[in-house]
């Protein structure tokens, strides 16, 4: 008598021959195809989700605010989503920044004032339309706006192919706002940049969380070598609320006792003139650099020693995240909607508006070059960790996924 086969050792494609014919006296093995190795194993109480689209397009709606804040994260993000077969639009005003740069499709968009907001609306459309005419895909596209000033934009878009608009949501000011919440499109699905923010927003809808994801770079950390003067940066718009004077007046305490160090600000905005005033009072116009917006700013970064962000920033910005990547320290106010900066983990953080705390977290940096080397790499692992790329890319990719297959199931009507 041949001895049974166990289940568990046949080969893949092959089951016991009582499976086929019900006869438990027959020992042989007979071989199942593919397809019907399939269909034997689907389990009819829970059905397999249905595979995503070969191939679809997500048009993404930026303006630049946000090309601003994400710059390299968005060109990681469009240029990544390519291997995920999904085909990136980017929609919005031409980018300055040649790290945008990419084999992408590319719509210029300039929103534009009442009242021809509706007819630039249509015009998008039948632009976005023809650009998928031209790329053969014939499905409508999922429409992520990149900011919620672009969120109407979105939603007639998506409208007009059945579809419901995909919003992030950035701004702790924007999110504490019930108003500012509300006007955002009520079929739209939130995403947001920062748990941070997304603890504050004044919704009961579920929000996604992805990081923005950018590089790590190994680097010595430029404090250890004694013979460089220490460099340090900031990055972002000059505004008012930017607290640039706290920083300036800080840096000036700091040279007393570090007259080499090198203050490099770099950005631009209203506020630089005034600025620009205050520096020659504090007679700093030799120790101070104002670059203006530099592209890549990444590059001018990395030859800084340490990062200062002397306001609590209301918006994600890829800035913080970028100089933790590239094994800088990171000095900031406590408050912002970056949940990247971690105290004493990844950033040492002081309370806003007190410039007495800036300046003592400073001359941390300086007087203990080890410490602040620690922090560096403890920020750099925590980037590593939650803000790679990759991660950032399949994240996106999946949610673009759902939101297809969602704009594809066929929603029948209520029973009577």
């Known amino acids: ?41 689907v389990d009819p109480s829970n059905p397999p989700p249905p595979a995503p689209p070969a191939k679809f397009a997500v048009c993404l709606l930026a303006d630049v605010d946000a090309y ?9 993000l469009t240029v990544g989503l390519l291997d995920q077969s999904v085909v990136p639009i980017l929609i919005g005003p031409a980018p300055t920044d040649s790290a945008l ?3 992408i499709e590319r719509i210029a968009f300039e929103p534009p004032r009442w009242p021809l907001t509706r007819l630039a609306t249509w015009w998008l459309a039948d632009d976005v339309s023809r650009r998928l005419d031209d790329l053969r895909i014939d499905t409508p596209p999922v429409v992520h706006a990149l900011s919620p000033r672009m969120a109407s934009f979105a939603a007639h878009l998506a409208a007009g192919g059945g579809t ?39 919704t009961s809808l579920d929000v996604a969380t992805i990081r923005p994801g950018v590089p790590s770079a190994g ?38 006792d570090h007259s080499d160090t090198l ?26 650099m104002f670059t203006g917006r530099l592209e890549p700013w990444g590059d001018a970064l990395a030859g800084a020693d340490l990062l200062c962000l002397p306001a609590a920033e209301t918006a994600v910005s890829v800035v913080p995240i970028q100089a933790m990547a590239l094994g800088l320290p990171v000095i900031a106010a406590a408050g912002s909607a970056h949940d990247c900066l971690i105290d004493e983990r ?61 704009q594809r199931t066929l929603r029948l009507p209520d029973s009577p």
């Open 1 to 41: 008598m041949v001895a049974p086969v166990r289940p568990e050792i046949l080969p893949r494609r092959c089951v016991p021959a009582d499976r086929v014919t019900g006869d438990r006296s027959v020992p042989a093995i007979v071989p199942v195809s593919a397809t019907m190795q399939k269909v034997m194993s």
């Open 68 to 76: 601003d804040r994400l710059g390299p994260a968005l060109r990681f």
């Open 101 to 103: 740069s990419g084999p």
């Open 164 to 202: 419901d608009p995909l919003v992030s949501v950035d701004d702790l000011q924007i999110a504490r706002s019930p108003t500012a919440v509300s006007a955002i499109p009520a079929n739209a699905r939130l995403v947001t940049s920062s748990d941070v923010v997304r603890a504050a927003l004044a």
């Open 219 to 256: 680097r010595a950390h430029p404090l250890r070598d004694p013979r460089r003067q220490a460099a340090i940066a900031y990055a972002g718009p000059l505004r008012d609320e930017s607290a640039m004077d706290l920083l300036l007046r800080a840096f000036a305490e700091l040279r007393r």
């Open 263 to 288: 203050l490099f600000v770099i950005g631009h905005g209203p506020a630089e003139p005034g600025m620009r005033r205050l520096a020659n009072e504090l007679h700093l116009t030799e120790r101070v």
């Open 346 to 406: 990844t950033a040492w953080l002081f309370p806003g508006g007190d410039g007495t705390a800036l300046t003592e977290q400073l001359r941390r940096v300086l007087r203990d070059p080890a410490a602040a080397a620690a922090l560096a790499a403890r920020g750099q692992a925590y980037v590593a960790a939650e803000h790679g790329p990759g991660r950032m890319v399949e994240g996106y990719a999946r949610l673009y996924q759902s939101l297809a297959l969602k």
